[in-house]
């Protein structure tokens, strides 16, 4: 607080001596200093999903700033996620037919000048309270997820994958074991992964991707390539 006082006091001081004319100091003596925003600074947020059946239960994810939950349509919020090993959040789904049920991909897989990576997959079974890593370490980015909603044990996992080097961590998996075992059932080069992710609402056998290829090094980036596609 100390700080910021004599910081304000400098700056006025500053335009004072800016336009010649001497500056009354005992007129800022009882400067106080506040905050006016934002509340919460956990960086840009990343993923969102709401519960249909009950609009007021709200997640949402940050590039670096955790999980955090709603349960009164945004009026206030409680982070869910701090316990775990990476707050990098990428995607976010919540099991409709059961919103205890949630799924978690770390990683952030927005392409920028920076990158929050993460270390795969999370789920809970009782509404954040607790988490389990699901598997998919080596994806770094998760950018979509989406449960199957007549099967909930089929979840399907978009991964952008590793910007930085080119791997076959990436592409996109499913699961029809709720997450015990991972098949990755697209695939089209090692600096390609999931751009987006959409399913047919009134048949979940009919699933839309977008592949990106892409490529990222602190010096560079390359976007587009023979592994982008639909």
Do not use: C
């Not at 090692?190 to 490529?215: C, T, W």
């Amino acid at each position: 607080m100390t700080k910021k006082i004599t910081l304000t006091a400098v700056l006025f001081l500053s335009i004072s001596l800016g336009f010649g004319q001497k500056l009354d100091m005992s007129l800022i003596k009882n400067l106080k200093i506040r905050n006016v925003g934002p509340a919460n600074m956990s960086g840009r947020i990343t993923a969102i999903d709401v519960h249909t059946a009950n609009t007021k239960l709200i997640y949402l994810g940050a590039a670096s700033g955790g999980v955090w939950k709603s349960e009164n349509g945004g009026s206030a919020w409680k982070p869910v996620f701090d316990d775990q090993p990476t707050q990098n959040i990428g995607a976010i789904a919540i099991q409709q037919n059961n919103p205890d049920v949630v799924w978690v991909g770390t990683g952030e897989g927005n392409p920028r000048n920076s990158m929050n990576l993460g270390m795969g997959i999370f789920k809970s079974l009782d509404g954040g309270k607790t988490w389990k890593h699901m598997g998919l370490e080596k994806t770094k980015t998760i950018h979509r997820i989406i449960i199957d909603p007549q099967n909930p044990d089929v979840v399907y996992v978009g991964a952008l994958g590793d910007p930085f080097t080119p791997n076959e961590d990436r592409g996109l998996y499913k699961t029809t074991d709720g997450g015990q075992t991972w098949n990755k059932i697209l695939y089209t080069n090692d600096q390609s992964g999931i751009a987006d992710l959409v399913m047919d609402p009134k048949n979940p056998n009919k699933i839309f991707a977008a592949m990106y290829e892409h490529r990222r090094t602190p010096y560079y980036f390359t976007s587009g390539g023979t592994g982008s596609g639909f």
